[in-house]
């Protein structure tokens, strides 16, 4: 038989335990929710084109109207292969707005002309990837006929006086869109 006593002290320890166990996880959940908004914060202020919609870093802008931004990208797949971003802070592609999201492509149709033009390319091929920089962002890259979107080997850093050169010209060709 058991001792009575010896229940009195289980169910108390037993009392003692979930109410431990509720502060741990009112403790983890608090933690959780401060390191995400800590790393959201944190996000947005290293945002690097952030940094370059508000002139903080003087990158390879081309062109710009009061709601979209096109820079070069340093590591091109091919010359002149730039990036069409929404100057509002938007990590994932898919989340901007609906009409955000339609003027993007309507730039982007409108930049291609002139941008394959400029570079003496077939055609310019789009890609969004997603996972490189927390801000949506289209490539706009010029194609002369193989599969550069696909090779990773065509990536590589371009040297800053090539890119001038470049931002030169296409500043020139898309100066009127
Ligand atoms: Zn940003």
Redesign the pocket.
């Known amino acids: 038989m058991a001792c009575p006593i010896l229940f009195l002290q289980n169910d108390s320890l037993t009392e003692k335990t979930k109410s431990e166990n509720k502060k741990e996880i009112v403790f983890f959940i608090t933690t959780i929710f401060l390191y995400c908004e800590f790393f959201f914060c944190k996000k947005?202020d290293e945002?690097?084109?952030?940094d370059i919609?508000n002139g903080k870093i003087n990158d390879y802008k081309i062109w710009e109207n009061d709601k979209f931004l096109v820079f070069l990208d340093a590591n091109p797949a091919n010359a002149g292969h730039c990036m069409l971003?929404p100057k509002k802070?938007?990590?994932y592609f898919f989340e901007l707005e609906d009409e955000l999201y339609y003027e993007l492509f309507f730039t982007a149709k409108k930049l291609a002309e002139p941008l394959r033009k400029a570079m003496g390319a077939k055609r310019i091929g789009i890609a969004v990837v997603g996972f490189d920089?927390?801000?949506a962002h289209l490539h706009l890259i010029p194609l002369h006929g193989s599969n550069e979107l696909f090779d990773p080997q065509k990536f590589s850093k371009a040297e800053p006086e090539e890119l001038k050169k470049i931002q030169d010209i296409l500043i020139e060709s898309l100066k009127n869109i």
């Open positions: 947005m945002c690097r084109f952030c919609v971003i802070h938007i990590d920089v927390p801000h």
